[in-house]
Nanobody
Framework: VQLQASGGGLVQAGGSLRLPCAAS????????ATWFRQAPGKEREFVAS????????QYADSVKGRFTISRDDAKNTVSLQMNSLKLEDTAVYYC?????????????????WGQGTQVTVSS
């Protein structure tokens, strides 16, 4: 499966962005999907995940209550709605997918990656 992330941009602190990740090349419904991010000089970190059915989601503590991950298998898309953005949310955001349906917080467990989309939050 191939992943294409989009929706990044420049936004003021307190604003919102929605990042869609479109999947192609196969049925996406059996894959778990996750968003990671990487800020300059830092390691890639887990942001949010959703299992194959959408029944289970998980969030990093830093984004709980502000970000929402969702999936639409009819459109082969997983999205990350980001509200109340903070300066520290600035990073390149990557979507990733793994077969088997169960999400993981660890990037090493993901075989499929999108190219990344830049999110910059300004004061």
């Amino acid at each position: 499966v191939q992943l294409q992330a989009s929706g990044g941009g420049l936004v003021q602190a307190g604003g919102s962005l929605r990042l869609p990740c479109a999947a192609s090349g196969g049925s996406f419904s059996s894959y778990a999907a996750t968003w990671f991010r990487q800020a300059p000089g830092k390691e890639r970190e887990f942001v949010a995940s959703v299992n194959w059915s959408g029944s289970a989601t998980q969030y990093a503590d830093s984004v709980k209550g502000r970000f929402t991950i969702s999936r639409d298998d009819a459109k082969n898309t997983v999205s990350l709605q980001m509200n109340s953005l903070k300066l520290e949310d600035t990073a390149v955001y990557y979507c990733a997918a793994r077969s088997g349906g169960v999400a993981s917080m660890y990037s090493r467990n993901y075989a499929y990656w999108g190219q990344g989309t830049q999110v910059t939050v300004s004061s």
